[in-house]
């Protein structure tokens, strides 16, 4: 790749935002074949692309968009557990994991959220929400 096209892509990946597949396409006027290459510097992993679907190297569901640029995110952690997940109408939901993968937090746009607590079998022992609402069987 020259230097003058790296430096190109480099811009584009600093500059676009979602909807990716609409801006690499309408703003910047890149070909299809330059959507992975673009797409792997913004996710800053190796990107499969399926469709209107972005999967990671393991199979996730990175991202996707629709025709009319409505589109939604995933972020997954070291586990491919879930940590993330927002779409383009502002909504989202962040998740938490203990060691043994069970999920011990979640929060959405709305400020609601979850707390769960488990024991050294996995077994649900405590769990609290927003609302104030607990139940404890410790």
């Not at 069970?102 to 709305?110: G, H, L, M, Q």
Request: proline share 1%; aromatic share 22%.
């Amino acid at each position: 790749m020259n230097e003058k096209y790296q430096k190109y892509i480099n811009f584009i990946v600093d500059d676009i935002e979602a909807p990716y597949f609409e801006n690499m396409k309408d703003s910047y006027g890149l070909k299809d074949s330059e959507y992975e290459l673009v797409l792997s510097k913004v996710f800053n992993q190796i990107v499969i692309i399926e469709g209107n679907y972005v999967h990671d190297d393991q199979g996730n569901n990175i991202y996707y968009e629709d025709s009319t640029g409505y589109w939604y995110k995933y972020e997954y952690d070291n586990n491919g557990n879930l940590m993330y997940w927002g779409d383009s109408d502002g909504i989202w939901y962040k998740y938490e994991y203990d060691s043994n993968g069970n999920k011990i937090y979640r929060e959405d746009s709305t400020g609601y959220w979850y707390k769960w607590v488990y024991d050294n079998q996995g077994n649900l022992i405590y769990r609290q929400d927003s609302n104030g609402n607990i139940v404890d069987n410790r």
